[in-house]
């Protein structure tokens, strides 16, 4: 096999390769600061991590109504791995004027 060539199979296998890799999960970061959930609106995928940062000196919740209910004490990290897909809304249970949205797409 010529030199040139034996480059571009070696290239072929590794990108077919890569290819077939699955996508890992991410981490996504939501701060909680002054009443607020900031980012409001997110994209994420079935098994990513929603990562709340509560940096209020008051506890708060991430609730789906029905769902799932996260309680987020003050001055502490909590976080959830989203489990199935479709776009949800979820508020503080305490604060309820505090909402966030959530577009979750297949994995």
């Known amino acids: 096999m010529l030199p040139g060539l034996k480059f571009v199979a070696v290239l072929g296998v590794v990108v077919g390769a890569m290819g077939s890799i699955p996508a890992q999960a991410e981490t996504i970061r939501v701060n909680i600061d002054k009443l607020v959930?900031?980012?409001a609106n997110i994209s994420a995928k079935v098994g990513?991590?929603?990562q709340w940062v509560n940096e209020d000196v008051l506890a708060h919740t991430a609730t789906v109504k029905?769902?799932?209910d996260v309680m987020i004490p003050p001055?502490?990290?909590v976080s959830f791995v989203l489990k199935k897909?479709?776009?949800v809304e979820y508020y503080?249970?305490?604060h309820p004027n505090m909402k966030g949205r959530i577009a979750i797409a297949p994995k």
């Open 37 to 39: 959930f900031a980012p």
């Open 48 to 50: 990513d991590t929603i």
């Open 66 to 68: 029905g769902d799932w």
């Open 75 to 77: 001055k502490k990290t």
């Open 92 to 94: 503080c249970r305490f």
């Open 85 to 87: 897909a479709g776009d």
